[in-house]
Structure formats: structure tokens, C-alpha cells
């Protein structure tokens, strides 16, 4: 079984709707990340999460907010989506050697 | 402001040695990571220098020399498989275990 996984890995949907992304991880890290993917634009931090309390925004936190369930459980929602926000999503885990392990990423489409 | 520029694009052949240069100027620098992203897939880890030096693992190596912001990975005996996008990531702090992503190297290996 995959360590971080999300849902949905495909998803369309129209101008001014409310989506929320789901990443959870069964590394037991207590690092979590969200980053969007654009062609030519690389990975992009949006929020990252030390533990449950602590949230922090990334450098492209507008237009979306997170919440952390659980030390497992980290949703990214974009509350009134925009076709600018169509990008490929990753979320990402990290324990003490620092690496960061992604999961399989969600394919995001606004029209 | 953070900087991290690779090439975009590279091209070799199958069983030669391609090398991806990266150069950095950040606010903070703990260290380097290098990932492989095959296309529409998450990116998976490859490397991480701390010190100045080469570090060699199987067929990859990478390089870093911190008062030149400088690093390479360097891909021996290429293969086909090794047709991916190359991501340099300059870690910037112990205390946010924040990535700062370059934009990505494509690399098309021919037969």
C-alpha cells in the first residue's frame, strides 16, 4: 500500500464550486505539505503543517485554506474555484531525515 | 527572494553521461535535493547533499559546492527509464523543513 495517498486523483469542476482534496499518510511523519504543479512553474508551496496546531501558509496561499484532521490527515479546499487554479496538486509528508515523499498527486481541472 | 535555475530541456543518448547543472541564490541553505519526476507522476528522491563533495550512489551521483551555490547530478549509462524531468530543491531551513523547488530539467534519452 502506498504511504500518502489522495483523493480524488482526477477532478473537474466549474467556475464558483467549493473542492476539497484529501492527502493521508501512514509514514507517522508529522510534516505535511501542499504544492501545486504548473508547467514551467515547478512545484509551488501552498501551506505546510509541523502537527495538528501549527499550520503555516506556503508562497501561494491565496485562494485556499487547509485544515488537519489528524496527525494523518491533511485536506487542501479551494472555496470558490478559478480555471487559473487548474494544476496538478501533491501533497507531501517529511520526518527527521527531511526528505519529502509525495504521493501520487490529483489532477485538478476548472472550467 | 529565492532563486534556483536549471536548464529546461536536455537531450542524450542511451549508455552516455548527461550531467544537470543547477545554480542557487536563497535566503537560507541546509542542504540540496534532487528528485525524478516522470511525467504525470510524483516526484520520487534521488539525492540530498549536505557538505561540499560528490556523492555517488550506483549509476547517480551528485555534486555540491555551497560557496559557488552550485550543484549537478550527474546520470551514468543512461537508459531509457532515466527520460524524466529532474527537480533540484535547495532545503532552506532545520526549522521549516521547507523546499524550495527549482522548475525542472527534461531529460529525453534516445536510443
Known amino acids: 500500500d502506498a504511504d500518502v495517498t489522495q483523493t480524488p486523483r482526477n477532478r473537474i469542476t466549474k467556475t464558483g464550486k467549493r473542492i476539497m482534496l484529501e492527502c493521508s499518510q501512514t509514514?507517522?511523519?508529522?510534516?505535511m505539505y501542499w504544492y501545486r504543479q504548473d508547467p514551467g512553474l515547478g512545484l509551488r508551496l501552498i501551506y505546510y503543517?509541523?502537527?495538528?496546531?501549527?499550520?503555516n501558509k506556503g508562497e501561494i496561499s491565496d485562494g485556499y485554506s487547509v485544515s488537519r484532521q489528524a496527525q494523518a490527515k491533511f485536506s487542501l479546499s479551494l472555496e470558490s474555484a478559478i480555471p487559473n487554479q487548474t494544476a496538478l496538486y501533491f501533497c507531501?509528508?517529511?520526518?527527521?531525515?527531511?526528505?519529502?515523499?509525495f504521493g501520487p498527486g490529483t489532477r485538478l481541472t476548472v472550467t | 527572494g529565492q532563486n534556483i535555475d536549471q536548464p529546461t530541456e536536455m537531450t542524450a543518448t542511451e549508455g552516455a553521461i548527461v550531467q544537470i547543472n543547477c545554480t542557487y541564490q536563497?535566503?537560507?541553505?541546509?542542504?540540496l535535493f534532487w528528485y525524478q519526476q516522470h511525467a504525470g507522476e510524483a516526484p520520487t528522491f534521488l539525492s540530498y547533499?549536505?557538505?561540499?563533495g560528490l556523492e555517488e550512489k550506483g549509476r547517480f551521483s551528485s555534486f555540491l559546492s555551497r560557496s559557488k551555490g552550485y550543484s549537478y547530478l550527474l546520470l551514468k549509462e543512461l537508459q531509457m527509464k532515466d527520460s524524466a524531468s529532474y527537480l533540484c530543491?535547495?532545503?532552506?531551513?532545520?526549522?521549516?523543513?521547507?523546499?524550495?523547488f527549482g522548475t525542472g530539467t527534461r531529460l529525453q534519452v534516445f536510443p
Open positions: 507531501a509528508t517529511s520526518g527527521t531525515d527531511y526528505e519529502q515523499y
Open positions: 509514514k507517522g511523519h508529522d510534516r
Open positions: 503543517s509541523f502537527d495538528v496546531k501549527d499550520i
Open positions: 536563497t535566503s537560507g541553505f541546509n542542504g
Open positions: 547533499n549536505v557538505l561540499d
Open positions: 530543491a535547495v532545503f532552506l531551513s532545520y526549522n521549516t523543513d521547507k523546499l524550495i
